[in-house]
C-alpha cells in the first residue's frame, strides 16, 4: 500500500475554486466518457460510471456552494487529499 498526497496546503477561494473544480470536472469527463463508450460499444451503460455521474454532479454543486461561501465570507480553504494505492486480485481472469 502506497499513499501519495494529492493536495495539501491552504489556499484563498479562486485558489481553492481551480483545484477542486478542476479535480472533480476531471472525474465527471473520465466517466461520462466511460460511459459514452460503453454505450457505443455495447449498448448498455458502464455500471460504475452510471452510478458516479451524478454522484460527481452532486459533489460540484457541494464545492461551489462551499467556495461561494468562503468568497462571501472572504475566507482561506484547507484542502488535504491523499490517494491510497492497493494491488489487488486481478478477479477477471
Known amino acids: 500500500m502506497e499513499k501519495l498526497t494529492l493536495i495539501k496546503g491552504n489556499f484563498d ?4 475554486s481551480e ?3 478542476n479535480l472533480f470536472s476531471s472525474k465527471l469527463q473520465f466517466h461520462s ?3 459514452f463508450s460503453s454505450m457505443e460499444r455495447f449498448g448498455v451503460e458502464d455500471p460504475i460510471s452510471a452510478q458516479r455521474i451524478p454522484e460527481l454532479k452532486k459533489t460540484l454543486g457541494l464545492i461551489e456552494k462551499i467556495l461561494s461561501d468562503a468568497k462571501r465570507s472572504n475566507l482561506r480553504l484547507s484542502l488535504n487529499a491523499d490517494v491510497i494505492v492497493e494491488l489487488q486480485p486481478n478477479d477477471s481472469l
Do not use: R, S, V, Y
Request: aromatic content about 0%; cysteine-free; overall charge negative.
Open 33 to 35: 466518457l466511460k460511459n
Open 13 to 16: 477561494a479562486e485558489d481553492a
Open 19 to 21: 483545484i477542486l473544480l
